[in-house]
């Protein structure tokens, strides 16, 4: 009777251990995002190096450190760095399949804020996130691979921005 009850403990301690380390993998990130520092928008046609100028539904690719401007919106949309990736590699097999996010520093107007996209691991679609009057559409890549490191000067994060 009390090695029933010695196994029992057991195996509720150990129960609650997978259950709080499924509760921390599900918990979304708490992460701070920094003030953002003024940046000047391009004059007479230029167009600085690390900022890319789009039209409003048009697909536009970001590097880290690169900004989207969207001239006929007065809109920029830095890609500021990624917070976390948690994906399942490709070709493993998780009990959860994670997720990537994206700290964005979103200006319009008179207006910037930071933002996290999140997308989820194992899928190909799009996610979206609205802003103001804006829809925001993004997918990062590269996905991870078992074994292989992703660098931050390799991440892409794939954004259309529309109304």
């Known amino acids: 009777m009390r090695i029933q009850s010695l196994e029992r403990a057991g195996l509720t301690v150990i129960l609650m251990l997978v259950v709080a380390m499924l509760a921390a993998c599900l918990a979304p990130a708490l992460t701070p995002i920094p003030a953002p520092t003024p940046t000047s928008l391009p004059t007479s046609g230029s167009t600085p190096i690390g900022e890319v100028r789009g039209l409003l539904g048009e697909e536009l690719l970001l590097h880290i450190g690169h900004t989207a401007f969207i001239a006929d919106e007065n809109l920029k949309v830095e890609f500021v760095r990624i917070v976390e990736d948690s994906r399942c590699p490709k070709g493993v097999v998780c009990i959860w399949a994670g997720r990537v996010v994206a700290e964005v520093r979103i200006s319009a107007g008179e207006a910037t804020d930071g933002l996290v996209l999140a997308e989820t691991g194992l899928t190909e679609a799009y ?34 921005v529309s109304k």
């Open 127 to 160: 996610a979206t996130r609205d802003y103001q009057k804006y829809r925001l559409s993004y997918h990062v890549e590269p996905y991870p691979e078992q074994g292989k490191t992703i660098l931050d000067s390799q991440y892409r994060l794939l954004l259309t």
